[in-house]
Protein backbone atom coordinates (compact mmCIF):
# COMPACT_ATOMS: atom_id res chain seq x y z
CA UNK A 1 0.00 0.00 0.00
CA UNK A 2 1.02 3.68 -0.86
CA UNK A 3 1.26 5.76 2.06
CA UNK A 4 0.79 9.89 1.06
CA UNK A 5 2.30 11.88 3.26
CA UNK A 6 1.23 15.95 2.97
CA UNK A 7 3.18 17.86 5.23
CA UNK A 8 1.33 21.86 5.99
CA UNK A 9 2.27 24.74 7.80
CA UNK A 10 -0.54 23.55 10.39
CA UNK A 11 -1.26 20.00 10.05
CA UNK A 12 0.25 17.07 8.20
CA UNK A 13 -2.07 14.20 6.89
CA UNK A 14 -1.19 10.49 5.93
CA UNK A 15 -3.47 8.85 3.87
CA UNK A 16 -2.85 4.82 2.94
CA UNK A 17 -3.85 3.76 -0.10
CA UNK A 18 -4.73 0.37 -1.60
CA UNK A 19 -4.14 0.69 -5.28
CA UNK A 20 -6.93 3.99 -5.69
CA UNK A 21 -9.31 3.10 -2.52
CA UNK A 22 -8.25 5.11 0.56
CA UNK A 23 -7.92 2.65 3.81
CA UNK A 24 -7.46 5.81 6.63
CA UNK A 25 -6.48 8.98 6.69
CA UNK A 26 -5.29 10.61 10.01
CA UNK A 27 -4.36 14.14 10.83
CA UNK A 28 -1.28 15.52 13.00
CA UNK A 29 -0.53 19.29 14.16
CA UNK A 30 2.70 19.98 12.47
CA UNK A 31 5.69 20.14 14.67
CA UNK A 32 9.14 21.15 13.04
CA UNK A 33 10.68 19.70 16.08
CA UNK A 34 9.21 16.18 16.27
CA UNK A 35 11.61 12.92 15.41
CA UNK A 36 11.13 9.97 13.13
CA UNK A 37 10.28 8.12 16.30
CA UNK A 38 8.09 10.30 17.55
CA UNK A 39 6.19 10.18 14.14
CA UNK A 40 6.29 6.54 13.67
CA UNK A 41 5.04 5.97 17.07
CA UNK A 42 1.87 8.14 16.59
CA UNK A 43 1.52 6.81 13.10
CA UNK A 44 1.36 3.60 13.63
CA UNK A 45 -0.27 3.20 16.40
CA UNK A 46 -3.08 5.15 14.62
CA UNK A 47 -2.62 2.58 11.87
CA UNK A 48 -2.82 -0.10 14.39
CA UNK A 49 -6.46 1.11 15.33
CA UNK A 50 -7.13 0.94 11.97
CA UNK A 51 -6.08 -2.98 11.52
CA UNK A 52 -3.02 -2.02 9.34
CA UNK A 53 0.60 -3.03 10.45
CA UNK A 54 3.38 -1.47 9.36
CA UNK A 55 3.94 -4.52 6.86
CA UNK A 56 1.28 -3.15 4.50
CA UNK A 57 3.17 -0.49 3.66
CA UNK A 58 5.56 -0.51 0.47
CA UNK A 59 5.85 2.91 -0.79
CA UNK A 60 6.02 6.36 0.61
CA UNK A 61 5.13 9.85 -1.61
CA UNK A 62 5.68 13.67 0.47
CA UNK A 63 4.97 16.48 0.07
CA UNK A 64 5.95 19.47 2.35
CA UNK A 65 6.18 22.86 2.55
CA UNK A 66 7.87 22.14 5.95
CA UNK A 67 11.60 21.76 5.62
CA UNK A 68 12.57 20.63 8.75
CA UNK A 69 9.99 17.53 8.62
CA UNK A 70 11.50 16.04 5.41
CA UNK A 71 14.54 14.57 6.66
CA UNK A 72 12.30 12.98 10.32
CA UNK A 73 9.85 11.90 7.67
CA UNK A 74 12.32 9.98 5.05
CA UNK A 75 14.20 8.20 8.64
CA UNK A 76 10.87 7.14 9.42
CA UNK A 77 10.37 6.04 6.33
CA UNK A 78 13.47 3.44 6.16
CA UNK A 79 13.34 2.42 9.79
CA UNK A 80 9.86 1.51 10.30
CA UNK A 81 8.62 0.87 6.19
CA UNK A 82 11.66 -0.40 5.08
CA UNK A 83 11.35 1.76 2.02
CA UNK A 84 12.73 4.99 0.42
CA UNK A 85 10.36 7.99 0.71
CA UNK A 86 9.89 9.45 -2.26
CA UNK A 87 9.58 13.75 -1.84
CA UNK A 88 7.92 15.72 -4.60
CA UNK A 89 9.89 18.25 -6.01
CA UNK A 90 12.80 16.85 -4.60
CA UNK A 91 12.96 13.21 -5.71
CA UNK A 92 10.23 13.34 -8.40
CA UNK A 93 9.48 16.30 -11.42
CA UNK A 94 6.37 17.58 -10.93
CA UNK A 95 4.11 16.27 -13.66
CA UNK A 96 3.17 19.08 -15.53
CA UNK A 97 4.61 22.08 -17.24
CA UNK A 98 5.52 25.29 -14.50
CA UNK A 99 5.68 28.49 -16.11
CA UNK A 100 7.60 30.59 -14.05
CA UNK A 101 10.64 32.06 -13.60
CA UNK A 102 11.97 30.10 -10.32
CA UNK A 103 9.55 26.95 -10.40
CA UNK A 104 10.89 25.85 -7.39
CA UNK A 105 9.82 29.07 -5.74
CA UNK A 106 6.55 27.63 -5.66
CA UNK A 107 5.16 25.78 -2.71
CA UNK A 108 4.96 21.28 -3.20
CA UNK A 109 1.34 21.89 -1.98
CA UNK A 110 0.32 24.54 -4.72
CA UNK A 111 1.49 22.10 -7.35
CA UNK A 112 0.10 18.93 -5.92
CA UNK A 113 -2.90 20.86 -5.97
CA UNK A 114 -2.66 21.71 -9.46
CA UNK A 115 -2.13 17.87 -10.36
CA UNK A 116 -5.10 16.60 -8.62
CA UNK A 117 -7.46 19.11 -9.86
CA UNK A 118 -5.87 18.43 -13.53
CA UNK A 119 -7.17 14.76 -13.04
CA UNK A 120 -10.62 15.73 -12.15
CA UNK A 121 -11.59 19.10 -13.87
CA UNK A 122 -10.75 20.66 -17.25
CA UNK A 123 -9.14 23.34 -17.26
CA UNK A 124 -8.63 26.67 -17.15
CA UNK A 125 -8.33 26.63 -13.51
CA UNK A 126 -8.27 28.55 -10.51
CA UNK A 127 -7.81 26.23 -7.54
CA UNK A 128 -8.50 28.06 -4.26
CA UNK A 129 -6.82 26.76 -0.70
CA UNK A 130 -8.10 27.29 2.34
CA UNK A 131 -5.05 26.73 4.46
CA UNK A 132 -2.57 28.39 6.95
CA UNK A 133 -2.91 30.86 3.74
CA UNK A 134 -5.82 31.17 1.40
CA UNK A 135 -4.22 30.51 -2.21
CA UNK A 136 -5.15 30.88 -5.52
CA UNK A 137 -3.42 28.69 -7.89
CA UNK A 138 -3.97 29.45 -12.04
CA UNK A 139 -4.00 26.71 -14.74
CA UNK A 140 -4.21 27.29 -18.24
CA UNK A 141 -6.31 25.27 -20.61
CA UNK A 142 -2.36 23.87 -21.80
CA UNK A 143 -2.54 22.44 -18.62
CA UNK A 144 0.47 24.47 -17.87
CA UNK A 145 0.75 25.64 -14.11
CA UNK A 146 0.91 29.67 -14.29
CA UNK A 147 1.20 31.35 -10.82
CA UNK A 148 -1.39 32.52 -8.42
CA UNK A 149 -2.04 34.40 -5.32
CA UNK A 150 -1.50 34.10 -1.70
CA UNK A 151 -3.61 36.30 1.24
CA UNK A 152 -3.33 35.78 4.80
CA UNK A 153 -5.59 32.51 5.95
CA UNK A 154 -8.52 33.25 7.74
CA UNK A 155 -7.38 31.80 10.97
CA UNK A 156 -4.40 33.49 11.25
CA UNK A 157 -6.09 36.93 10.39
CA UNK A 158 -8.33 35.93 13.21
CA UNK A 159 -5.61 35.35 15.13
CA UNK A 160 -3.58 38.41 14.49
CA UNK A 161 -7.20 40.47 15.47
CA UNK A 162 -7.05 38.83 18.93
CA UNK A 163 -3.46 39.94 19.72
CA UNK A 164 -3.26 43.00 18.07
CA UNK A 165 -6.55 44.27 19.75
CA UNK A 166 -6.71 43.73 23.55
CA UNK A 167 -10.92 43.84 23.34
CA UNK A 168 -11.30 41.93 20.25
CA UNK A 169 -12.49 38.07 21.33
CA UNK A 170 -11.35 35.31 19.52
CA UNK A 171 -14.35 34.15 17.43
CA UNK A 172 -15.73 31.68 15.40
CA UNK A 173 -15.84 31.70 11.26
CA UNK A 174 -19.15 31.31 10.41
CA UNK A 175 -21.82 33.91 8.30
CA UNK A 176 -23.34 36.10 10.78
CA UNK A 177 -26.86 37.16 10.77
CA UNK A 178 -26.54 40.17 8.77
CA UNK A 179 -23.62 41.65 7.15
CA UNK A 180 -24.10 44.63 9.78
CA UNK A 181 -23.28 43.65 12.92
CA UNK A 182 -24.82 44.77 16.14
CA UNK A 183 -22.14 43.61 18.60
CA UNK A 184 -18.06 43.08 18.88
CA UNK A 185 -18.53 39.05 17.60
CA UNK A 186 -20.94 39.50 14.91
CA UNK A 187 -19.20 42.47 13.82
CA UNK A 188 -15.68 41.14 13.69
CA UNK A 189 -17.64 37.66 12.06
CA UNK A 190 -19.17 39.68 9.61
CA UNK A 191 -15.46 41.57 8.55
CA UNK A 192 -13.94 37.80 8.30
CA UNK A 193 -16.33 36.24 7.02
CA UNK A 194 -17.66 38.57 4.41
CA UNK A 195 -14.28 40.31 3.46
CA UNK A 196 -12.81 37.29 2.47
CA UNK A 197 -15.82 36.15 0.23
CA UNK A 198 -15.38 40.01 -1.00
CA UNK A 199 -11.68 38.35 -1.12
CA UNK A 200 -12.51 35.38 -3.16
CA UNK A 201 -15.16 36.98 -5.26
CA UNK A 202 -12.90 39.74 -6.86
CA UNK A 203 -9.54 38.36 -7.10
CA UNK A 204 -11.64 35.30 -9.37
CA UNK A 205 -13.12 37.78 -11.40
CA UNK A 206 -9.55 39.69 -11.74
CA UNK A 207 -7.63 36.54 -12.89
CA UNK A 208 -10.43 35.44 -15.23
CA UNK A 209 -10.03 39.37 -16.81
CA UNK A 210 -6.39 38.55 -17.02
CA UNK A 211 -6.48 35.51 -18.47
CA UNK A 212 -9.40 36.15 -20.98
CA UNK A 213 -11.48 33.05 -20.26
CA UNK A 214 -14.03 31.52 -18.31
CA UNK A 215 -12.24 29.58 -15.46
CA UNK A 216 -14.09 26.25 -13.12
CA UNK A 217 -13.19 27.24 -9.74
CA UNK A 218 -12.47 24.40 -7.52
CA UNK A 219 -11.96 24.76 -3.23
CA UNK A 220 -10.49 22.70 -0.78
CA UNK A 221 -9.36 23.17 2.37
CA UNK A 222 -11.00 22.61 6.05
CA UNK A 223 -13.36 26.08 5.25
CA UNK A 224 -14.22 25.09 1.73
CA UNK A 225 -17.54 24.04 2.64
CA UNK A 226 -18.49 27.14 4.93
CA UNK A 227 -17.51 29.60 2.29
CA UNK A 228 -18.67 27.80 -0.66
CA UNK A 229 -22.33 28.18 0.47
CA UNK A 230 -22.51 31.87 0.15
CA UNK A 231 -19.47 32.68 -2.51
CA UNK A 232 -20.92 32.15 -6.07
CA UNK A 233 -17.98 31.76 -7.76
CA UNK A 234 -16.72 28.54 -6.17
CA UNK A 235 -18.04 25.45 -8.44
CA UNK A 236 -16.30 22.66 -6.81
CA UNK A 237 -15.67 21.62 -3.53
CA UNK A 238 -12.84 18.85 -3.52
CA UNK A 239 -11.78 18.36 0.51
CA UNK A 240 -9.23 15.38 -0.94
CA UNK A 241 -7.25 17.63 -3.71
CA UNK A 242 -4.14 16.95 -2.17
CA UNK A 243 -4.38 13.70 -1.49
CA UNK A 244 -5.40 12.38 -5.34
CA UNK A 245 -2.80 14.79 -6.52
CA UNK A 246 -0.03 12.73 -4.62
CA UNK A 247 -1.98 9.60 -5.88
CA UNK A 248 -1.29 10.99 -9.69
CA UNK A 249 2.60 11.46 -8.93
CA UNK A 250 3.02 7.92 -7.30
CA UNK A 251 1.22 6.48 -10.49
CA UNK A 252 3.21 8.48 -12.70
CA UNK A 253 6.68 7.52 -11.02
CA UNK A 254 5.12 4.08 -9.57
CA UNK A 255 8.02 1.84 -12.05
CA UNK A 256 10.61 4.12 -10.40
CA UNK A 257 9.37 3.71 -6.72
CA UNK A 258 8.52 0.27 -6.64
CA UNK A 259 12.24 -0.34 -8.23
CA UNK A 260 13.96 1.19 -5.56
CA UNK A 261 11.89 -0.79 -2.93
CA UNK A 262 13.05 -3.80 -4.47
CA UNK A 263 16.66 -2.78 -4.42
CA UNK A 264 16.85 -1.93 -0.93
CA UNK A 265 15.33 -5.07 0.27
Keep these: MLLAVDVGNTNTVFALYREREQVGQWRLSTNRERTAEEYAALLLQLMGLAGVGRED??????????????????????????????????????PLEIRLP???????DRIVNAVGALARYEPPLV?????TATTFDVVDAGRAYCGGVIAPGINLSL?????????LPRVAVQ??????????VTAMQSGIYWGYVG???????????????????????????????????????DQDLTMAGLLEIYTRYRTLIRAAKESSE
Design 102 to 108: NPREVGA
Design 159 to 167: EALHRAAAQ
Design 199 to 237: LIEGLVRRIREECGSPMTVVATGGLAPLFAERCEVIEHV
Design 127 to 131: ILDFG
Design 175 to 184: PPPAVVGTGT
Design 57 to 94: VNAVIIASVVPQAVVPLRWMSRDYFRCRAFVVGEDLEY
